[in-house]
């Protein structure tokens, strides 16, 4: 039941809905959201880095008021590496689509996500079908894994 909510929401994220669905959690219900689609966010990551599965998460945007639409924006991609950086943090690395209007910058595609803001991890099933397309996992190009050992301390990355 979880899958297909989701499912649903991806859909018309990319306008295969009639309507475009408003992602707003209401502050009370926060903590029954996390409880009903899954556990631990950076278990469920490292998991899908070990499998090379495609996952969907839905990422608090700091930047966004409480209430607004867009505030927790469901997010589709390949995880690459988990990290903690330097200060602390723990990073995601995921790889997105190029044509995606956010992903910009020398390495189109390549997104950085603060775990700590990451709820409602759902690992993909490689082989299934979503949106009439085969789910695949897409070595990013530019994957370098050297890279986390000179930002800080890896903590998974695909082999």
């Not at 090379?52 to 945007?61: E, G, H, I, L, T």
């Amino acid at each position: 039941m979880a899958f297909i909510s989701i499912l649903n929401r991806v859909k018309k994220a990319f306008g295969f809905g009639a309507q475009r669905a408003r992602t707003v959690i209401p502050k009370n219900r926060r903590g029954q959201y996390v409880s009903r689609f899954g556990g631990d966010p950076l278990k469920e990551l490292e998991r899908a880095i070990e499998l090379k599965n495609p996952v969907s998460f839905f990422y608090n945007d700091k930047w966004q008021p409480e209430g607004v639409t867009g505030k927790y924006g469901t997010r589709i991609g390949n995880p690459h590496a988990l990290w903690r950086g330097n200060n602390g943090t723990v990073y995601l690395h995921l790889y997105v689509d190029p044509q995606s209007a956010s992903a910009t910058g020398d390495l189109p595609g390549w997104r950085t996500f603060i775990v700590s803001r990451i709820q409602g991890v759902s690992v993909l099933e490689l082989g299934t079908r979503l949106f009439g397309s085969p789910v695949q996992f897409v070595t990013a190009p530019g994957w370098n894994p050297a890279w986390y050992s000179r930002v800080g301390t890896p903590i998974a990355m695909i082999k």
